[in-house]
Nanobody, 128 residues
Framework: QVQLIDSGGGSVQAGGSLRLSCAASGRTFSNSAMGWFRQAPGKEREFIAAISWNGGFTYYVDSVKGRFTISRDNAKSTVYLQMNSLKPEDTAVYYC?????????????????????WGQGTQVTVSS
């Protein structure tokens, strides 16, 4: 089991940037795909980005493609989400999650059921 701690959220104006971090503990981090989800008030949790175990494959939902970048540092057991050109509609609680598989195949078809451990969430608020 992987334990995850999200950080880096905050309040920014539209057009600004934030970098989220997710620190993991546990033996399986380097073998697991990692993902980022977000949940806005009154909406379902949304899968927005994922990265395979060695960073060879990534996935982005269309609404963040070209603005967000997911990366990982297995030596530090940390996954990042760099968020640029933020929009008010990006306001949400952001959660990182550790995958049950390594992400080498079918990463774009993953959903919440493919992730077994979750961070506590970090709030991102973007004002217009």
């Amino acid at each position: 089991q992987v334990q995850l701690i999200d950080s880096g959220g905050g309040s920014v104006q539209a057009g600004g940037s934030l970098r989220l971090s997710c620190a993991a503990s546990g033996r399986t981090f380097s073998n697991s795909a990692m993902g980022w989800f977000r949940q806005a008030p009154g909406k379902e949790r949304e899968f927005i980005a994922a990265i395979s175990w060695n960073g060879g494959f990534t996935y982005y939902v269309d609404s963040v493609k070209g603005r967000f970048t997911i990366s990982r540092d297995n030596a530090k057991s940390t996954v990042y989400l760099q968020m640029n050109s933020l929009k008010p509609e990006d306001t949400a609680v952001y959660y990182c999650a550790a995958g049950r598989r390594n992400g080498d195949y079918g990463l774009e078809e993953y959903d919440a059921s493919d992730f077994g451990s979750w961070g506590q969430g970090t709030q991102v608020t973007v004002s217009s």
